[in-house]
Nanobody
Framework: QVDLVESGGGLVQPGGSLRLSCAAS????????IGWFRQAPGKEREGVSCVGISDDSTYYVDSVKGRFTISRDNAKNTVYLQMNSLKPEDTAIYYC?????????????????????WGKGTLVTVSA
């Protein structure tokens, strides 16, 4: 059974940092592209960042480039999202999600229906 469990969300002030973690079980992480979607109140789900089966294959949505960094630890079957210089508009539920394309195609096309597995999400709130 595939399971994705997110952690690391919380309340942070603007300009602060958080690191999200996604622990995967039931499959081998190094055979999958994996990343993070987010959904803010009243908005559609958005693909934020993804790392493909090779670590140099990464994707970031324009609004987080230069602030967020995705990484994976295949030995721990875990993917991370380091979020720096957080802004109020980053407030959302962040979902860990696997992409069967192996090279983040679903993220690049912002196609949530191209995702095969989802975590339950972790809430990030950026507020003073």
């Amino acid at each position: 059974q595939v399971d994705l469990v997110e952690s690391g969300g919380g309340l942070v002030q603007p300009g602060g940092s958080l690191r999200l973690s996604c622990a995967a079980s039931g499959f081998t992480l190094d055979h999958h592209a994996i990343g993070w979607f987010r959904q803010a109140p009243g908005k559609e789900r958005e693909g934020v960042s993804c790392v493909g089966i090779s670590d140099d294959s990464t994707y970031y949505v324009d609004s987080v480039k230069g602030r967020f960094t995705i990484s994976r630890d295949n030995a721990k079957n875990t993917v991370y999202l380091q979020m720096n210089s957080l802004k109020p508009e980053d407030t959302a539920i962040y979902y860990c999600a696997t992409d069967p394309s192996r090279y983040c195609s679903a993220y690049k096309s912002q196609d949530e229906y191209g995702i095969d597995y989802w975590g339950k999400g972790t809430l990030v709130t950026v507020s003073a």
